[in-house]
Nanobody, 113 residues
Framework: QVQLVESGGGLVQPGGSLRLSCVAS????????MAWYRQAPGKERELVAS????????YYVDSVKGRFTISRDNAKNTVYLQMNSLKYEDTAVYYC??????WGQGTQVTVSS
């Protein structure tokens, strides 16, 4: 069955960095676009970034442009989200998604001093 397993979340100070990873299994990873979403307390889940199957096209929500980078390693069935210059408002549960299909369980990112 399809599995998406996120890791790399945690507590970080403002201005710090984290790298999230999502290891996929159960489908042909290289054939699908992938995405990272996030959901903050009391807010709707939002799309943060997405990446095309071979990584040649990416999308970022305006609030993370220039700070976050999505990438993928199709040989490792893994998609990454490098998050730099983190802000308080980046605090959320971050979810990996096979676009329009499956969700991971989420990993908590907390930005706090």
């Amino acid at each position: 069955q399809v599995q998406l397993v996120e890791s790399g979340g945690g507590l970080v100070q403002p201005g710090g960095s984290l790298r999230l990873s999502c290891v996929a299994s159960g489908f042909t990873f290289s054939a699908y676009p992938m995405a990272w979403y996030r959901q903050a307390p009391g807010k709707e889940r939002e799309l943060v970034a997405s990446i095309a199957p071979i990584g040649d096209n990416t999308y970022y929500v305006d609030s993370v442009k220039g700070r976050f980078t999505i990438s993928r390693d199709n040989a490792k069935n893994t998609v990454y989200l490098q998050m730099n210059s983190l802000k308080y408002e980046d605090t959320a549960v971050y979810y990996c998604r096979r676009i329009a299909r499956d969700w991971g369980q989420g990993t908590q990112v907390t930005v706090s001093s």
